[in-house]
C-alpha cells in the first residue's frame, strides 16, 4: 500500500519525499502526415528539400505548410530548395536523453537559400567540446548530408555540416 504525503503532513510528521514510479513507455505507431509533409517526406528519398511557396506573399516555408502562416492564402507551388543554407539559431546540448545522440550535440534553426523559414536539424562536424568553435556558428554556412538509406523520414538528412 502506498502513503499519499499528503497523510503524513495531516498526523504532524515530516512530509514523506513524493510519490514516484517507474514507469516504461515503448510505442511504435504510424501518423499520416498528411499531403503537404508526405510529399516533403517523399521528396527526402530523392535527396531533395522540397519546400511550398506562396503566391501571394513569396513566402516560402521548409518544411512546408500546407497554407501561408503570414498571409492564410493556400500554398500550392512546390519548389525544391538547395541543400545548403546558413545557421540563423543553434543550442549545444550537454545532457543527453534516453534514445538520444551521445552530447554534446547541436541543433540548429538553418535558413536554407531561398527559405523564408528557419528548418531546426542536427549540425554536426564541429568539435562542441571546444567552447571556442561554437561561438561563431550564428551565420556559418552548411549543407545537408543525406543519410546512405533514405525512408521518407526527416532522418533522410542525416545532419548539416558545415561548408567550408
Ligand atoms: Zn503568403
Redesign the pocket.
Known amino acids: 500500500m502506498t502513503t499519499l504525503p499528503t497523510e503524513r503532513v495531516r498526523d504532524g510528521s515530516e512530509p514523506a519525499p513524493p510519490v514516484t514510479e517507474t514507469v516504461h513507455w515503448d510505442l511504435t505507431y504510424d501518423i499520416h502526415l498528411g499531403a503537404t509533409w508526405g510529399r516533403f517526406m517523399a521528396g527526402l528519398i530523392d535527396q531533395k528539400i522540397l519546400a511550398t511557396s506562396?503566391?501571394?506573399?513569396?513566402?516560402v516555408s521548409v518544411p512546408p505548410q500546407a497554407y501561408?502562416?503570414?498571409?492564410?492564402?493556400p500554398?500550392d507551388d512546390w519548389i525544391e530548395l538547395p541543400t545548403e543554407g546558413v545557421v540563423e539559431a543553434y543550442t549545444v546540448a550537454q545532457l543527453g536523453f534516453t534514445g538520444g545522440p551521445k552530447p554534446p550535440y547541436a541543433i540548429a534553426g538553418i535558413r536554407l537559400d531561398g527559405a523564408s523559414t528557419l528548418l531546426m536539424h542536427w549540425l554536426s562536424g564541429i568539435d562542441l567540446s571546444a567552447a571556442e568553435s561554437t561561438s561563431d556558428l550564428v551565420s556559418r554556412r552548411v549543407r545537408a548530408v543525406w543519410a546512405p538509406n533514405r525512408t521518407g523520414h526527416i532522418l533522410d538528412i542525416a545532419h548539416f555540416v558545415p561548408v567550408d
Open positions: 506562396c503566391a501571394v506573399c513569396g513566402r501561408c502562416e503570414s498571409c492564410f492564402e500554398t
